[in-house]
Nanobody, 126 residues
Framework: QVQLVESGGRLVQAGDSLKLSCAAS????????MGWFRQAPGKEREFVGAITLGGGRPFYADSVKGRFTISRGNANNTVDLEMNSLQPEDTAVYYC???????????????????WGQGTQVTVSS
């Protein structure tokens, strides 16, 4: 199995940048894709972005496109989420997720992922 741990969430001000990291352990060579989701109080869990681990380009939700960037981290088995121009509406618990089986589906649905981290809180003040 795969274990995921998010880190980097904290309180920031509107306009700030913040980088979240997702560290994966276990059978990471079996992973096909990594995704980022977020959930604000009273709202459904929302897709943020995803990246396939075989060289595919990242893709993003419209709400964050142009502001957020997903990349392979410098540390082994790490995927980062770089967030720029943060706004209060970005406040949420951010989760990373892993899918192990290849799929042709667009990886924007939470049900497509097999493993989840515990989340890290990002709060953006105005």
């Amino acid at each position: 199995q795969v274990q995921l741990v998010e880190s980097g969430g904290r309180l920031v001000q509107a306009g700030d940048s913040l980088k979240l990291s997702c560290a994966a352990s276990g059978r990471t060579l079996d992973s096909f894709a990594m995704g980022w989701f977020r959930q604000a109080p009273g709202k459904e869990r929302e897709f943020v972005g995803a990246i396939t681990l075989g060289g595919g380009r990242p893709f993003y939700a419209d709400s964050v496109k142009g502001r957020f960037t997903i990349s392979r981290g410098n540390a082994n088995n790490t995927v980062d989420l770089e967030m720029n121009s943060l706004q209060p509406e970005d406040t949420a618990v951010y989760y990373c997720a892993a899918r192990t089986k290849p799929t042709l589906s667009v990886l924007a649905r939470s049900t497509l992922y097999d493993y989840w981290g515990q989340g890290t809180q990002v709060t953006v003040s105005s």
